[in-house]
C-alpha cells in the first residue's frame, strides 16, 4: 500500500530553521506530480501553507512568502518544505498531500500523517 511518509518536524527557537520531508513509500514507480504543504494549529482549521504544479510552479500563503520554500526532489519521489526565519504562529501540525501518477494507471491523492512544529519564543 503506497503512503506519503513524513519528517523532520519538532522544536526549533524563533527565527531558526527546519526543513520537512514528504516521502512516497515503500519506492515504486508512483511519482509525485504536483503537492503541497498544508498546517493546522490549535483550534484553527487546515490552511495551504504552499504547493508546487507540475510545472514546478510555486504558490505561497501570505504570511510564509520570502520564509518557505516547497520542492521536489529529482526524481519527484520526496516533497520537501524548507521554512526559515521561523516564528511563533508557524506553530502547528504540518500535512503534506500529493497527487500520485504512474503510467496507465489513475491518479492517486494521498495525505501524510502530520509532523508537529513547534516555535519557541
Known amino acids: 500500500q503506497v503512503q506519503l511518509v513524513e519528517s523532520g518536524g519538532g522544536l526549533v527557537q524563533f527565527g531558526g530553521s527546519l526543513r520537512l520531508s514528504c516521502e512516497v513509500r515503500?519506492?515504486?514507480?508512483?511519482?509525485?506530480?504536483?503537492g503541497g504543504w498544508y498546517r493546522q494549529a490549535p483550534g484553527k482549521e487546515r490552511e495551504l501553507v504552499a504547493s508546487?504544479?507540475?510545472?514546478?510552479?510555486?504558490n505561497y500563503a501570505e504570511g510564509v512568502k520570502d520564509r518557505f520554500t516547497i520542492s521536489r526532489d529529482n526524481l519527484k519521489t520526496t516533497l520537501y518544505l524548507q521554512m526559515n526565519k521561523m516564528q511563533p504562529e508557524d506553530t502547528a501540525v504540518y500535512y503534506c498531500?500529493?497527487?500520485?501518477?504512474?503510467?496507465?494507471?489513475?491518479?492517486?491523492?494521498?495525505w501524510g500523517q502530520g509532523t508537529p512544529v513547534i516555535v519557541s519564543s
Open positions: 508546487i504544479t507540475s510545472g514546478d510552479t510555486t
Open positions: 498531500n500529493a497527487a500520485l501518477v504512474r503510467p496507465f494507471d489513475r491518479t492517486l491523492e494521498l
Open positions: 515503500p519506492r515504486s514507480i508512483f511519482r509525485i506530480d504536483r
